[in-house]
């Protein structure tokens, strides 16, 4: 009890000056080791709660701001915010292939544009049914697949409705990417190309940053954002609201314009999550493509030739099959 | 120990290679070292680089290396079915074919997890499968299930080489005294007396009776590191089965291969005749029945019942396209003929 006092003040403690500075120092592994470097101290002393669940103090000289924070240790990272539920809902009526959430999430975690967690696909359910476009990223399953087959608990469930991967355990057998029936998962097949100081953080599987090579990563619903009261980048950048993210237990999501009941919006608009009879239990759900804003071909119009290769089965029968 | 006229007959033909390392050997030796340190800079190479290097994408096939692991894990497991059969069944023309068996289920449970080393992306974390081991996992399944075979299908092995350990402890051969010490270390005082030889039997019997159920259930797992997927194609009930008799065909077809080629190269044709060829060719005939019947009843239901996604892998494969698959189905169920078929025609009159 006492223990876990001490352990809540000086989470507060560091959480209050988390707010205005992270520790750059760590990316020797720990934060004692900073120490050593030759920087004028200031002897203000910050408590600081390093990333193995200790309390270590560190002089205020060796804090610098970062963007990225790590601010939660390992058992945290696998535990998951107490009391949330996240949930996505993602209204397909309103996506017109904007692509604008794919760049904001593969800037926000240092992704090459060939690496993408979130992707937009185009479906088109029926042979007379009319195309539409369906983004589509890891749907955090409450029967998750892909945590299932890992053979030493690198993917794993959280409590707050998350899966993450944690990158210092996956050795890489890519059983996972096998087993998630919506081909998600991506590997790192080469070195990842990191600015210098994104590959000096302390490694966290609430970030997943620095990547490392040899193992899998996916979408991870941004949890480190969350902490912070932030939204996911994809539900900010979207220039067409179609992302809405939120707390199944407070019963509301939000694009960030508009903030509405969760289970009111689902059954208003016959929200249904995708390929259901698998079992999976998807934590996104869709909003489906009915009175829509945005004809399909607007999303395939100014798209470069490379992408619009992807899609040409369908948007150009005529022109693929020659 | 007193020898019989076969070991007696059989050491006189061992006799030089054991005692000199030819020169043809040294040349064959190392010309594999070669490889192996080509092998080696090529995994340094993989490494470092990251498996990008392999050409292997997320969306260009990955499996590879997998596909050899299962291909020779199959054979594997092939091996000590077939050795097991016949020891237990006591065929009198079933023991050369049940120490190349022995010889074939070793070498490729070695090879086989070697190409899930080559894998797996982080090589250097492999210890985390004893680390933070997950019992939930098909993989670990397949880990522990690999590791208890190993030591069965050595034990296996041992069991049988016993005699000969004896045999060459107690021969006089011009080798250095500490192989021969070697030789005695192995041969674990076995003299041949009545009593042992009973005890050898009973345990090389119990050892057999264990492998065959073993290696039908490790198969198994094997397949279930696919079948408890959710993909189409794969998340079938039929895998087990069907990965049992798939290593079964293609371990007798290999066996085959090897029988030829030592009999061959060590001249061993009054040990691999006409018949074993013949008799193992009538098995794989058997075999590749039943493997055409599980490939059949697999693609059949799906196309059938054309479900959605089940009728997604069907048109894939069954596209005029897919020439890798239509070189592979029909040329795996028909590579029997050629092995079995012909040189049972052959060699009819002659058995
Ligand atoms: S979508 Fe795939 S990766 Fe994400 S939780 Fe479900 S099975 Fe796992
Ligand atoms: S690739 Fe990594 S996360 Fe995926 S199953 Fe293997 S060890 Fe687990």
Redesign the interface.
């Known amino acids: 009890m006492k223990q876990e006092e001490i352990n809540d003040k000086g989470r507060r403690d560091f959480l209050k000056t988390a707010a205005v500075a992270a520790v750059a120092a760590t990316a020797c592994g720990s934060l004692a080791c900073s120490c050593t470097s030759k920087k004028p101290t200031t002897g203000e002393k910050i408590k600081l709660l390093s990333p193995e669940g200790e309390i270590v103090e560190v002089d205020s000289a060796y804090l610098n701001h970062q963007e990225h924070m790590a601010i939660v240790s390992k058992l945290e990272a696998r535990q998951g915010i107490a009391g949330k539920k996240f949930v996505m809902v993602v209204d397909l009526s309103r996506c017109k292939n904007a692509r604008k959430c794919i760049t904001a999430c593969q800037k926000w975690h240092y992704r090459p544009e060939e690496t993408e967690w979130l992707t937009v696909k185009l479906l088109k359910d029926s042979e007379k049914g009319a195309p539409y476009w369906f983004p589509k990223q890891c749907f955090h399953c409450d029967n998750p697949?892909c945590v299932?087959?890992?053979?030493?608990?690198?993917t794993f469930k959280r409590q707050d409705g998350l899966v993450l991967i944690d990158n210092e355990?996956?050795?890489?057998?890519?059983?996972c990417?096998?087993?998630c029936?919506y081909s998600t998962r991506?590997?790192?097949?080469?070195?990842p190309v990191i600015p210098a100081e994104i590959e000096e953080q302390q490694y966290s599987a609430e970030t997943g940053i620095p990547a490392k090579?040899?193992?899998?990563e996916k979408c991870d619903f941004c949890p480190d954002r969350s902490r912070e009261g932030l939204l996911p980048p994809c539900v900010d950048a979207c220039p067409n609201g179609v992302f809405y993210f939120g707390d199944e237990n407070e019963d509301t999501v939000t694009n960030g314009e508009e903030t509405i009941s969760f289970t009111q919006l689902i059954k208003d608009r016959s929200g249904y999550r995708f390929m259901e009879e698998?079992g999976?239990k998807p934590r996104v759900y869709y909003l489906p493509p009915k009175d829509r804003q945005f004809p399909v071909e607007r999303g395939y119009e100014n798209l470069p030739d490379t992408l619009k290769a992807r899609f040409k089965d369908i948007m150009e029968p005529e022109k693929s099959k020659s | 120990m007193e020898l019989t006229t076969y070991q007696q007959e059989a050491l006189d033909r061992q006799k030089p290679s054991l005692e000199k390392f030819g020169k043809k050997t040294w040349a064959w030796t190392i010309f594999y070292v070669l490889w192996i340190v080509v092998g080696g800079y090529a995994l340094y190479l993989q490494i470092s680089k990251g498996h990008g290097v392999t050409g292997m994408r997320d969306n260009v096939v990955w499996g590879l290396f997998i596909v050899n692991f299962i291909f020779f894990i199959g054979l594997s497991y092939a091996g000590a079915i077939i050795a097991g059969l016949l020891h237990l069944s006591k065929v009198p023309w079933g023991k050369p074919i049940i120490r190349l068996a022995q010889m074939m289920t070793i070498i490729s449970v070695i090879v086989g997890p070697i190409f899930i080393l080559l894998c797996v992306g982080r090589f250097d974390r492999i210890y985390h499968l004893f680390l933070y081991p997950r019992l939930q996992s098909p993989m670990t399944w397949d880990v522990l299930a690999i590791m208890t075979y190993f030591v069965g299908s050595i034990l296996f092995l041992y069991l049988a080489l016993l005699r000969d350990f004896a045999v060459y402890r107690d021969a006089k051969l011009g080798i250095p005294k500490w192989k021969q010490k070697l030789y005695g270390f192995f041969a674990n005082g076995y003299r041949g007396t009545a009593s042992q030889k009973r005890h050898l039997l009973l345990s090389e019997n119990l050892m057999a009776i264990i492998m065959i159920p073993l290696s039908i259930i490790v198969s198994s797992i094997l397949s279930w590191i696919f079948g408890m997927t959710l993909r189409p194609g794969w998340h079938s009930t039929i895998f087990g089965p069907y990965f049992v008799l798939g290593a079964l065909y293609s371990g007798c077809g290999v066996l085959i291969c090897a029988m030829w080629m030592y009999r061959r190269t060590h001249k061993l044709e009054n040990y691999f005749t006409e018949k074993h060829f013949v008799y193992l060719g009538y098995v794989m005939m058997v075999l590749a029945a039943g493997y055409g019947y599980f490939t059949f009843s697999e693609y059949f239901t799906s196309w059938f019942g054309s479900e959605k996604w089940d009728n997604e892998v069907i048109n894939k494969l069954f596209n005029p396209k897919e020439y890798g698959w239509w070189t592979l189905s029909p040329t795996s169920l028909a590579s029997w003929s050629r092995l079995s078929l012909l040189p049972s025609v052959n060699y009819a009159g002659q058995t």
């Open positions: 697949p299932k087959v890992c053979p030493v608990d690198a355990r996956c050795i890489g057998c890519k059983f990417m096998a087993a029936p991506v590997f790192n097949w080469n070195d090579v040899g193992t899998v698998l999976t």
